[in-house]
């Protein structure tokens, strides 16, 4: 089973400011299989990025991701107010998939 | 749109069976794979089971192999899963998730969730 760590587990930042989630698997996943969701409070998560680097329909172009074989980043260039939500990247490949186990952003 | 409604969840005693349903609507389902996520209260996302688009290929996560079913019927746009031997750490929100987006494997749309509590 491939096991994705995350970190760190929570970050708390001001608007305005560049947030840096990393993603670590156990072992080797094509960039074509991760995926990054976000999930606010109280609602179902949504996917934010594909691919490693691909924003989904929507998503604000402050939001990138990049990355290779064991490690992932999620960037939030400048952050927002409604980014408050927690982050989890996920690996697709291997179904029924697994998930990282979360990183919290707080917005001070 | 694409809509994905689950229904189905509710309070059930340990050892007790539950069928989760998913409607879909807004795209072909029978082109698309499935899955079910599950969340327990509190932590993070947990990926139980998939589902091919035929409904010829499925995966079960650990923890849930041997007591849940993934299941489909194109006809109807639905997605399944019944659960049997339910234990108190299944109490979880369950949501269903569509497989394939711009050509990818990714969990382009979820639904709202749908309460499992197992508790005597």
């Known amino acids: 089973e491939i096991v994705l760590t995350q970190s760190p587990g929570t970050l708390s930042l001001s608007p305005g400011e560049r947030a840096t989630l990393s993603c670590s698997a156990s072992q080797t996943i094509s960039s074509s299989n991760l995926a990054w969701y976000q999930q606010k409070p109280g609602q179902a998560p949504r996917l934010l990025i594909f691919g490693a680097s691909t924003r989904a329909t929507g998503i604000p172009d402050r939001f990138s991701g990049s990355g290779s074989g064991t490690d992932f980043t999620l960037t939030i260039s400048r952050l927002e107010p409604e980014d408050l939500a927690v982050y989890y990247c996920?690996?697709?490949?291997?179904?029924?998939?697994?998930f990282g186990q979360g990183t919290k952003v707080e917005i001070k | 749109e694409v809509q994905l409604v689950e229904s189905g969840g509710g309070l059930v005693q340990p050892g007790g069976s539950l069928r989760l349903s998913c409607a879909a609507s807004g795209f072909t389902f029978s082109n698309y794979e499935m899955n079910w996520v599950r969340q327990a209260p509190g932590k993070g996302l947990e990926g139980i089971s998939y589902i091919s688009s035929s409904g010829n290929t499925i995966y079960y996560a650990d923890s849930v192999k041997g007591r849940f079913t993934i299941s489909r019927d194109n006809a109807k746009n639905s997605l399944y899963l019944q659960m049997s031997s339910l234990r108190a750490e299944d109490t979880a929100i369950y949501y269903c998730?569509?497989?394939?987006?711009?050509?990818?494997?990714?969990?382009?749309?979820w639904g709202q969730g749908t309460l499992v509590t197992v508790s005597s």
């Open positions: 998730a569509r497989g394939g987006y711009s050509g990818y494997v990714s969990f382009g749309y």
């Open positions: 996920q690996q697709c490949g291997k179904s029924p998939g697994t």
